[in-house]
């Protein structure tokens, strides 16, 4: 009696190999390790080294011993001690040992630390135990096969964007179904303020696949300034084609970005490219970050006409650069000076960090109005996937500026926000826009 039933073995092969990635070689070499084990278990001596062949096609099973060719300068004797404290040569075991001048008799080429085999007599019937430790094995090994496979896998894919749905929260880490994998949305990587429910579809960049003790890790993220850069590709066939290049780019998850682009064909607009026609690209990118603002500016090799175009939307009038301290004075109208500096000094902040230059807002009177804040930290590179924490050096400064006062009105994307969410931001921004009238009132009847 066949100890496999073929047919239902090699179904099983097969759906291994298509719904889990798992090669039949890999399954086969499986099986046969687990009856060397049964073998071992139920019929072998103590320190055998037992190894087994499987034919899934026809079922024929070799079971043969293997014995390790030695030496005097890799093995002891029975009666023999160790010479001193660096002897490191272990004990003589005949189940497991073969003496050099013994294992030429058998194969004249022998040489040492090769295997040589001799047949044994195949058995079927294995016990309760044996066929337990034979199902041990052959669980770890496809695990192990699986593990494999996801990584050769999804570890061609870092960088990219997957899509997959939510499956669970667990201490606000999200755990996110890709199909054959589930991958892990840590909270530091998730975009401040947003909210998913299980079952939910969430697309995100796969940051990286690591392999730990228990099984496969795949982390994603949201907040990556490369998942800006490949949102923009999908929509944007001349950045897919590198026609458009992206030349820096920098972001505070969830509230505001700013990429600078360049354009390789002097007949194509690289700002105009990423907008789309009434701004439908950069919408349909807003739309999947939650409303997050994206200013869209054009890079330039003048340092001068560089730091202008970072400050967008703000208009500026002069400036004036010190190379030596790499600071930039900006000159702009007094009508233009919460817009250069933007909300808690979002806009001056993130066009410094942008150019990589310190930057000093002074309004038309020659009053210092504001200064980016702490150090220029070096412009982001979008293509940077490892550099996970120095992209997000600012992090923790942007969930500060938005725990502070909730993000600005959402103009595109405002299906997925919670009208409530909308309404008290549309009433904070009146509430700033009355504070901000009263004041200039004031100033103007101080003069």
């Known amino acids: 009696m066949a100890l496999f039933d073929l047919k239902s073995l090699n179904s099983a092969l097969d759906e291994l190999q298509q719904e889990r990635g798992i090669s039949r070689e890999s399954v086969v070499d499986a099986l046969s390790t687990a009856l060397a084990a049964a073998y071992r278990r139920e019929y072998g001596k103590r320190g055998q080294i037992i190894r087994a062949t499987f034919n899934p096609e026809s079922g024929d099973m070799e079971f043969r011993q293997a014995k390790i060719v030695v030496d005097d300068t ?5 009666g023999e001690e160790a010479r001193d404290e ?19 008799r058998i194969k004249r080429d022998a040489g040492l630390d090769e295997e040589i085999s001799f047949p044994l007599e195949t058995r079927e019937d294995f016990g309760r135990i044996a066929a337990q430790a034979a199902k041990q094995v052959i669980m770890q090994k496809v695990r192990e096969a699986e593990r494999a496979s996801i990584i050769a896998e999804y570890g061609e894919r870092e960088g990219e964007v997957v899509t997959g ?31 998913y429910r299980q079952g939910e579809r969430v697309r995100a960049l796969l940051l990286r696949v690591d392999e730990g003790v228990r099984g496969t890790f795949i982390r994603l993220s949201r907040s990556h300034p490369r998942f ?48 789309g026609q009434r701004g439908v690209r950069v919408a349909v990118v807003t739309s999947e970050l939650g409303g997050e603002k994206i200013d869209v500016v054009e890079w330039s090799e003048k340092s001068e006409e560089y730091v202008k175009e970072a400050l967008k939307p703000a208009q500026v009038l002069g400036i004036e650069l010190f190379e030596n301290e790499n600071r930039a004075v900006v000159t702009v109208a007094e009508d233009q000076q919460s817009l250069a500096i933007g909300r808690g000094g979002q806009n001056v902040r993130l ?42 050096n600012s992090f923790e400064e942007a969930k500060k500026d938005i725990a502070g006062d909730d993000d600005e009105a959402k103009d595109t994307g405002e299906a997925n926000l919670d009208p409530v969410s909308q309404d008290r931001d549309v009433a904070d921004e009146k509430v700033e826009e009355e504070q901000e009238e009263t004041s200039e009132d004031k100033e103007k009847d101080a003069e």
């Not at 660096?86 to 030429?104: C, G």
């Not at 002074?362 to 982001?380: I, L």
């Open 86 to 104: 660096n002897d490191h040569r272990s004990r003589f075991n005949p189940e497991q040992h073969i003496m050099l001048e013994d294992a030429k």
């Open 228 to 275: 800006l850069t490949k949102l923009f590709e999908t929509e944007v066939p001349e950045m897919a084609s590198g026609v458009v290049e992206v030349k820096g780019l920098v972001r505070e998850p969830g509230s505001r970005a700013k990429i600078a682009v360049h354009s390789n064909d002097d007949h194509v607009d690289p700002v105009g490219a990423l907008v």
């Open 165 to 195: 749905h939510v499956q669970r929260f667990e201490r606000g880490n999200l755990y996110v179904d890709l199909g054959r994998a589930t991958a892990i949305l840590p909270y530091d990587e998730q975009i401040p303020g947003e909210r």
């Open 351 to 392: 066009a410094a960090r942008l150019t990589g230059w310190k930057i000093d807002i002074r309004s038309t009177g020659g009053d210092h109005v504001a200064e980016d804040a702490g150090e220029v930290a070096k412009p982001a590179q979008p293509n940077d996937v490892e550099n996970v924490s120095q992209q997000e």
């Open 74 to 78: 890799l093995v002891r004797g029975e």
